[in-house]
């Protein structure tokens, strides 16, 4: 039986007192890192209720991973209010939380297969949708488009992903690439960590948003040259070596102006 309120902010008060007590220094490294992924999910308003996931590794613990609770906003994740899972979507910890069966069989699966992907995340967005539900795939009208050229995945749809028998399908459609398009579905991205997930969901939606403003035009489109688009994805590929992460760094300082309760 479902929580009630009352009963939901008792346990996010104790998971609050108690949390960084149980748990590693790195896992709460990690818990903050993923929590405020969450909230820069939600101010750039690309959530879908309390649906939807963002999961991280457990540095130390392999076959763990930190995901939300089912039944939070996004607005409402914390660190000490992540729950910690198996692969098979069992919880580790004795919480009073639930997990939404869907973030094991896509997330799990990622985590399983690529220990390279650290953080996964995945939204339904009306943009990535829409460009999901288009033949063409992601098109190279802009420069966040090029940064994806020739590195996305594609998967078909299958319906809610409840079905085990999909991840394998879902782990042989990925393979490498930290981008998938789950067609008629959403947006998909891995990285070696949670900063660079996000980083690669916030351009790829706003790929999609532009190209389904460039499409509503009645203009002809423009395309950059092939050779064009690949120097310009291999660009990106080095973009790491200039920025040293003080990107996600002033997203950071945005969360704490606004709201430094991720931290919690």
Not at 78 to 91: E, F, H, I
Not at 141 to 164: C, K, M, P, T, W
Request: net charge negative; glycine share 4%.
């Amino acid at each position: 039986m479902p929580m009630t309120n009352a009963q939901l902010l008792e346990a996010l008060a104790e998971s609050r007192r108690t949390m960084p007590q149980r748990c590693s220094a790195a896992e709460w490294e990690m818990r903050v890192e993923l929590a405020a992924c969450y909230r820069l999910v939600a101010h750039y308003r690309m959530t879908d209720w309390i649906y939807n996931h963002i999961s991280a590794a457990v540095p130390g613990e392999p076959g763990h991973y930190l995901v939300n609770a089912f039944g939070l906003m996004y607005e409402e994740i914390s660190a000490s209010n992540l729950v910690k899972v198996d692969l098979q979507g069992r919880l580790v910890d004795p919480v009073p939380y639930d997990v939404n069966p869907a973030a094991f069989v896509i997330h799990g699966a990622l985590h399983q297969a690529r220990p390279d992907a650290v953080c996964v995340l995945h939204t339904h967005t009306a943009a990535g949708v829409a460009v999901s539900a288009q033949a063409e795939g992601l098109l190279p009208l802009s420069q966040h488009a090029l940064r994806f050229h020739n590195r996305v995945a594609h998967h078909d749809y299958e319906g809610i992903a409840l079905n085990l028998d999909e991840q394998r399908r879902l782990i042989a459609d990925m393979g490498q690439k930290k981008v998938l398009i789950l067609r008629n579905h959403g947006l998909l991205t891995v990285g070696p960590s949670v900063s660079d997930a996000f980083k690669e969901m916030f351009y790829l939606e706003r790929a999609c948003q532009i190209q389904v403003a460039a499409l509503a035009g009645s203009r002809p489109l423009t395309y950059p040259a092939p050779e064009v688009c690949e120097h310009t994805a291999s660009q990106f590929d080095r973009d790491s070596d200039f920025l040293h992460g003080c990107d996600w760094r002033a997203l950071l300082r945005l969360l704490d102006r606004q709201d430094p309760s991720y931290q919690l």
